[in-house]
């Protein structure tokens, strides 16, 4: 055997290794992710109602599942709410993530040690459990927010916070937010560990004022932590489906509505599976649309 | 949903929202589980059936006796996800033999095809000749039976004694003695802003359903094949009236809320009736003993004002290869014996015959049960009750969004739509 040969046998060898390396997880995804992925798609494009799942197979209609949609008002209303819910909270929470993050960092250790704490057993708090504590916090009969409001002197009747949707949707987001919180905190505190004390010195040996280190050198050293957290956040909180179900007992009325309420309805509330597959691809097609732009920037740094 | 259904547990919810997104297509791959139907059947039963006594133990060792090679394996479902997990047993044509239905749910199943015909096997069934023909009615298609009547609940005024004696109130006869009692202990006890002489939530249909009947109105009509909303029509107008005069005058309920929980609040002493199940009687122990019902009375004095008759039917789908088998173990947990045992329990027996064997505190309840009203026998029916369009209506009446005449002709116009 030359030695050209040799080499020849040992790059194959290389060839084959990373994917054979990767093929377990890959057939996993496929089998995972991808079939159900290739159910759905095919789903959405046939009429598949409890007639058809008796009869086993369900009927080809091409766009009809879609068109029906589209031409629906009612549904460009709930696509709007949930695009402006969604804002709102991934606003809320990123903003009042990264403010405790950057407080966080010059606070005395044993309220760090503390304000950790509490983050840490509020994200360990199973949500079910935490939804219904929020519910009970705004229930109609046993109120202890109503409670607390009038203890200041104020005279408030009992108050149903969801009849209307402004303060039903505050309510509910704030909740989300809520959840949301440690997570972002705790990475965006981690990042700022990361940014490099000499880089910070130097900075200001060379005459910058705090508001310029924060802007010039922290912030753009965060970005890719916070587009993320942004990208990660939009695509929790527009499938947010149990706060909304849990908070209105399981009966959220039509203005309650969201997508992932609305798919629900569709498949599970009144059997129209191919329906809910429609809905549910406009939603992840519509969640690429918002976040596209986030995972570009993100894929765009990962080149440079 | 079902009537004399247990507020949903946690656990339910949970398993709704795990399924909230990658439900849409869940469903296709999961399948249930099964041995071969010889061996073993699976009955899915709701956790209502923990609650009557023996009746389920005492039907399976009856079973076991006579079929000793078949293991019975009863599976408890809950409310609020077991259409759903049916669906998918439906799709893989294997799951369960035997399945427990609400009975405002069977009758989609019923006309799609989806349960086997049981009307031969009827005559074999415990008293099917008395049964409550609402529970018969719901289980009934076309004049074939798909699902055997298997308990019933029904709604009666729950009190506090007590309190009527302190004011020299005597049971109510009339609708007119209802209100004008209620009025007393409004003015007697109404200075306590959280005291409700009847405690009557806005989206309360069951409760504003029974006025309705109660003038001779309906949800809906059929007429000439086709349904048509009959909320609109003047009986109809005449009961939704009663409802918003009963929820203005009376009731400081939530006029947005439901009666999830009301006979928690009745626990909290603040409330001198509501309208309730008779098991609501469990569940209110700050209250003691200071309870009793009487069923709500009509406009026409004397009588009783219809009630809803909710329940439970028992059916096997139709993949299932030895349905007599199916049939047999319905037949061993719906006989006199059972039915007894769960009548004893306070539960409304599948039959007429043994209503009477409900006494004490309960009995006005049962009695209830002899005078119904039921949904519209339509195949989409589920539909309204999914699309909350009663609840809708009531609190936009209740809360005065909307006058009676309006609200009643959209829900009508809804219904009408979602039904055909």
């Known amino acids: ?304 | 949903m079902e009537a004399c259904m247990r507020p949903l547990r946690a656990k339910s919810i949970a398993a709704i929202s795990v399924a909230a997104l990658v439900g849409a297509v869940a469903f296709t791959g999961s399948s249930v589980a099964q041995a071969a139907t010889q061996k073993s059947i699976t009955v899915w039963l709701m956790p209502d059936a923990k609650d009557f006594g023996t009746a389920l133990a005492d039907a399976n060792a009856a079973f076991a006796a006579a079929y000793p090679n078949t293991k019975v394996n009863v599976e408890f479902q809950t409310w609020s996800d077991h259409l759903k997990k049916l669906d998918a047993a439906l799709v893989a044509k294997k799951g369960p033999d035997v399945v427990e239905f609400g009975n405002t749910e069977v009758m989609k199943y019923s006309a799609a095809g989806a349960l086997a015909d049981l009307s031969s096997y009827k005559p074999t069934f415990g008293n099917s000749a008395t049964w409550l023909k609402a529970l018969e009615d719901a289980g009934s298609y076309n004049g074939k039976l798909f699902a055997v009547p298997y308990y019933a609940g029904a709604r009666a005024i729950m009190y506090r004694p007590s309190l009527f004696k302190a004011q020299g109130i005597s049971v109510p006869k009339s609708y007119a003695d209802f209100l004008s009692a209620g009025k007393k202990l409004m003015t007697a006890y109404g200075t306590d802003k959280d005291f409700s002489a009847v405690y009557l939530p806005g989206k309360y249909w069951y409760a504003a359903m029974s006025f309705v009947y109660d003038e001779g109105g309906a949800i809906a009509t059929k007429s000439g094949g086709k349904w048509v909303g009959s909320l609109d029509s003047d009986a109809s107008i005449r009961g939704l009236n009663r409802f918003k005069e009963v929820s203005d005058l009376l009731s400081r309920a939530d006029k947005s809320g439901t009666e999830a929980a009301q006979w928690d609040v009745f626990n909290g002493g603040k409330v001198a009736m509501s309208y309730s199940n008779g098991w609501e009687s469990c569940c209110i122990p700050k209250v003691g003993a200071d309870w009793a019902f009487f069923p709500m009375p009509s406009v026409k004095a004397g009588k009783a004002s219809p009630a809803f008759l909710g329940g439970s039917n028992l059916a096997v789908p139709s993949y299932v290869s030895n349905k007599k088998l199916a049939a047999t173990w319905i037949r061993y947990y719906t006989n006199a014996t059972q039915m007894k045992t769960i009548a004893l329990s306070g539960a409304i027996p599948n039959n007429t015959k043994m209503l009477n064997l409900i006494s004490g505190p309960a009995a006005p309840v049962a009695a209830a049960a002899k005078n119904s009203w039921f949904v519209p026998g339509a195949v989409k029916w589920v539909d309204v009750e999914n699309a909350n369009t009663l609840q809708t209506m009531l609190s936009d009446i209740a809360t005065g969004k909307k006058t009676v005449a309006k609200a009643a002709a959209d829900a009508s116009a809804e219904i009408t739509k979602l039904l055909n």
């Open chain 1, 1 to 304: 055997m030359s030695t050209a040969g040799v080499v020849r046998v040992v790059r194959r060898k290389l060839q084959i290794w990373p994917y054979l390396l990767i093929a377990p997880s890959l057939i996993a995804l496929g089998v995972i992710l991808g079939f159900p992925v290739y159910k759905l798609i095919s789903l959405s494009f046939e009429q598949y109602g409890l007639a058809e799942i008796i009869a086993g197979k369900g009927t080809f209609v091409g766009l009809s599942n879609f068109q029906e949609i589209f031409s629906d008002s009612e549904f460009w209303v709930i696509l709007r709410r949930t695009l402006i819910f969604t804002f709102g909270m991934v606003a809320v929470s990123i903003l009042m993530g990264g403010w405790l993050a950057h407080l966080m960092v010059n606070m005395h250790p044993v309220i760090r040690r503390t304000l950790n704490l509490v983050l840490i057993l509020v994200w360990a708090m199973p949500q079910l459990v935490s939804i219904s504590v929020w519910r009970w916090l705004f229930s109609f009969e046993f109120s202890i927010v109503t409670k607390m409001i009038n203890s200041f002197g104020f005279e408030m009747d009992k108050h149903n916070y969801f009849v209307n949707t402004l303060s039903g949707f505050t309510i509910i987001g704030a909740c989300v937010a809520w959840g949301a919180l440690p997570f972002i905190t705790i990475s965006i505190y981690a990042a700022l560990t990361q940014v490099p004390k000499d880089l910070i010195e130097a900075a200001e040996i060379d005459g910058a004022n705090p508001r310029q280190v924060f802007r010039s050198i922290i912030l753009p050293m965060l970005l890719p932590v916070y587009i993320i957290l942004i990208s990660l956040s939009i695509i929790w909180d527009f499938q947010v489906f149990s706060h909304i179900w849990i908070f209105l007992d399981s009966r959220p009325s039509a203005e309650y509505y969201t997508m992932a309420i609305y798919a629900f309805q569709k498949s599970f509330g009144l059997s129209e599976y191919g329906m809910g597959a429609a809905i549910s691809l406009i939603m992840i097609a519509a969640l690429i649309g918002v976040t596209g732009y986030y995972l570009r920037q993100m894929m765009r740094m990962g080149d440079e």
